[in-house]
């Protein structure tokens, strides 16, 4: 037995290396593979989930037409009203607004809101700011995302900054 296996490999060579890829392959389906392709089953469903999560909460927010507590989402036409709350908060937390300026109204985002992008050019200390950007939580005529921002030190004071400001304010699209 044992002469014919040498036999073998002695008139077919390949035999060995192509045995040992096929066993190398099996090892990697076992090992690697296989527990790889049941967590990504798992993680799917869970991706479902979650998009049936995202689903209902987009449902709720349209259908509530957004009223919840004193909390509002603004239709288009109302949006002003946002903006003044938002200026309002700006000024009670200390915040010198240099510009606010609006974008055009994103309507492919969701079935159920608009976005709104707001661009603020503002001058203030980090408390002031920390306070102002605190206090969008407690807006009772929108709901505003901070998309990002950037801060420098201000030119004459430098312990006052001068802060860019990029927020996307959520409009319902029912009629109003």
């Not at 509002?72 to 937390?93: P, Q």
């Not at 969008?136 to 312990?159: A, R, Y």
Request: charged residues 30%; proline residues 3%.
């Amino acid at each position: 037995m044992a002469g014919s296996l040498e036999n073998l490999l002695k008139e077919k060579p390949f035999v060995a290396p192509i045995a040992a890829i096929v066993a190398a392959a099996l090892l990697f389906y076992l090992i690697i593979f296989s527990p790889l392709v049941n967590e990504a089953k798992v993680k799917f469903t869970e991706y479902r989930a979650l998009r049936a999560d995202l689903a209902r909460r987009e449902d709720i927010i349209s259908s509530a037409g957004a009223f919840h507590e004193e909390r509002v989402l603004m239709t288009e036409k109302e949006a002003s009203r946002a903006m003044d709350e938002l200026t309002k908060y700006g000024k009670e937390a200390g915040v010198n607004f240099k510009s606010i300026g609006t974008k055009e109204i994103d309507r492919t985002k969701s079935e159920h809101y608009l976005i709104l992008p707001i661009e603020i050019e503002m001058e203030s200390t980090y408390k002031e700011l920390g306070a102002f950007l605190g206090s969008l939580d407690e807006m009772n005529n929108g709901l505003v995302k901070v998309q990002s921002f950037s801060i420098m030190p201000g030119k004459k004071n430098p312990s006052r900054f001068r802060t860019q400001l990029f927020l996307d304010m959520y409009l319902s699209k029912r009629r109003g």
